[in-house]
C-alpha cells in the first residue's frame, strides 16, 4: 500500500476500531478471556481469546502490514513461532535447514521435531549447492538471513528459485533485520518468522512471536493451529509489543549507526582477529545485502585471539551489558557458546565457526561516544593484562 514503513509502524490504514474505542490513540488492552454473545447463533465476531482477541489482532493487523504478507499471527514466543510452523509437516517429511541457525530452532529441530518423525539436511545455504539435497519426501527450505550468530548472507532470491522449482515451502527467519530493512515475502519467501522479542518489541521487556505469510491454505493452518495448540500472544504483552513497534525505524536507523561505528572501531583492535558485519565490504555477503536488504542491521560477531581476552571483556563491561539476547535498545554482549548455542553440539559449532573466543553483540541505541569510550575502557585493560 501507499504509506512508509515508518507510518505503518504506527498506522493501520483503516483504523475504523478507532472511534468504536472512544478515540483511543493507544490501543486499548482488551483485557478478556471470553465475549458474550448479544444473542443464539450471533456473535461480535470474538468467541474466546485463545482464537481471537482485539488488541492481539490489531498486532497481527500491523505485522501483516509491515511484511507486506496477508496474515500474521502472534506468539508466546519466537519459539512458540517456530513450533507452530513446524506443524505444517508430518512424519516423514524432509526439511533442508541452514546450518548456522538461532540455537533454539537447532534444539527444537533435534529434540522435538526429529522425535516425531520429521528429518533434516543441515546445509550452509550461503555457499552450498541447495538443490543437491533436495529428496522426494522434501517439504520445506528454513533459513535465517543473516544467521545467528556467524552473520552469513543467503540469497534469498535464489532460495525461492529452488524452493519453487522443487514445490518446496520457504520459511525465512527474519528477526535479525526485523520488517524495517528486509521483506522476505517480497523475495518469494512464503512465510516470514520473527522473535517478536528483539527489535520489534525493542524494550527487552517481553516475549513474543510472529508468523507472517500471504498465502490464504498457510493461513488458514496457522488459524487453526492458534486456536487448537493455545500459543497466542497475551493482549498484555501484545500492546508492549504495539508500542515498541512504533519506534522501529528511529531505533533500527540509530543501531545500525552504532553498529557500523563499533565495526570499523573493532577492526583497529589488536586483540580483535576478525569482525563480521555484513555492513563491512568485505563481508562476503555485502552485494547480496546490497539487493535483498535496506540495510545490514546492528548485529555483529568478532573473534579474538583466545578465550581469555573474551572473558576479560565478559567481566569488564559495565554500560554494554553482557546478557542473551538482542535487538534492544541496550547493547547487549552475548558468549553463544555458553548462551544462545549452548545446546548446539559442539562438532556444529565448531563446524560453524563459533569458538571459545566468539563475542556477539547486539548494538544498541545509546549515544556512541559512551558506547566506543566503554569499548575503549575494556579492550586497553585487556591489553594491559597481555603485558
Ligand atoms: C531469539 C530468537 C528466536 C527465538 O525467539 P524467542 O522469542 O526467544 O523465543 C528465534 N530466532 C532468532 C533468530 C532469534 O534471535
Known amino acids: 500500500m501507499g504509506r512508509e514503513i515508518e ?3 504506527i498506522h493501520l490504514e483503516s ?3 478507532c472511534i468504536k474505542n472512544y478515540g483511543a490513540i493507544s ?3 482488551y483485557q478478556t478471556a471470553t465475549y458474550a454473545h448479544p444473542g443464539v447463533e450471533q456473535s461480535t465476531g470474538y468467541d474466546y481469546s485463545r482464537l481471537q482477541n482485539p488488541t492481539r489482532e490489531h498486532l497481527e493487523k500491523i505485522i501483516a502490514t509491515l511484511e507486506n504478507g496477508n496474515d500474521a499471527f502472534a506468539f508466546s514466543s519466537g519459539m512458540a513461532a517456530i513450533t507452530m510452523a513446524m506443524e505444517l509437516f508430518k512424519p516423514g517429511d524432509h526439511l533442508i535447514v541452514d546450518s548456522d541457525l538461532y540455537g533454539g ?4 529441530f533435534r529434540n522435538v521435531s526429529e522425535k516425531n518423525g520429521i528429518t533434516f539436511s543441515r ?15 522434501t517439504k520445506a527450505i528454513y533459513i535465517e538471513t543473516p544467521t545467528n550468530p556467524m552473520m552469513n548472507v543467503t540469497d534469498i532470491r535464489k532460495m525461492a528459485e529452488i524452493a519453487k522449482k522443487y514445490k518446496l515451502l520457504l520459511i525465512v527467519d527474519n528477526t535479525f533485520l526485523s520488517p524495517y530493512f528486509q521483506n522476505p515475502l517480497e523475495l518469494g519467501a ?3 518468522i520473527h522473535s517478536g522479542t528483539k527489535y520489534l518489541g525493542g524494550h527487552n521487556d517481553t516475549l513474543a512471536g510472529f508468523l507472517v505469510t500471504k498465502s ?6 496457522f488459524r487453526f493451529l492458534i486456536k487448537t495448540t493455545g500459543a497466542g500472544l497475551a493482549p498484555f504483552d501484545s500492546w508492549l509489543i504495539l508500542r515498541g513497534v512504533k519506534t522501529l525505524g528511529l531505533r533500527m536507523e540509530r543501531a545500525q549507526e552504532n553498529a557500523i561505528e563499533i565495526a570499523k572501531w573493532l577492526k583497529t583492535q589488536p586483540a580483535v582477529t576478525k569482525v563480521i558485519y555484513p555492513g563491512l565490504e568485505e563481508h562476503l555477503g555485502h552485494e547480496i545485502m546490497k539487493k535483498q536488504a535496506r540495510g545490514f542491521g546492528a548485529m555483529l560477531t568478532f573473534q579474538l585471539r ?3 581476552d573474551a572473558f576479560t571483556i565478559l567481566e569488564k563491561v559495565r554500560l554494554i551489558q553482557y546478557a542473551e539476547s538482542l535487538g534492544g535498545v541496550e547493547t547487549l554482549i552475548t558468549y553463544p557458546t555458553t548462551q544462545t548455542h549452548a545446546d548446539v553440539p559442539e562438532e556444529i559449532r565448531i563446524k560453524n565457526g563459533i569458538t571459545d573466543a566468539t563475542l556477539r553483540l547486539s548494538v544498541g541505541i545509546e549515544n556512541i561516544k559512551d558506547l566506543l569510550e566503554e569499548l575503549e575502557r575494556v579492550f586497553g585493560e585487556l591489553e594491559e593484562k597481555e603485558w
Open 123 to 137: 546445509v550452509d545455504c550461503y555457499k552450498e549447492d541447495v538443490e543437491t539435497y533436495v529428496q522426494d519426501n
Open 27 to 29: 490501543y486499548p488492552i
Open 7 to 9: 507510518t505503518k509502524c
Open 105 to 108: 530452532s537447532i534444539r527444537l
Open 216 to 221: 490464504e491454505e498457510i493461513s488458514e493452518r
Open 306 to 308: 583466545s578465550k581469555e
Open 15 to 17: 483504523e475504523e476500531d
Open 190 to 192: 512464503d512465510i516470514v
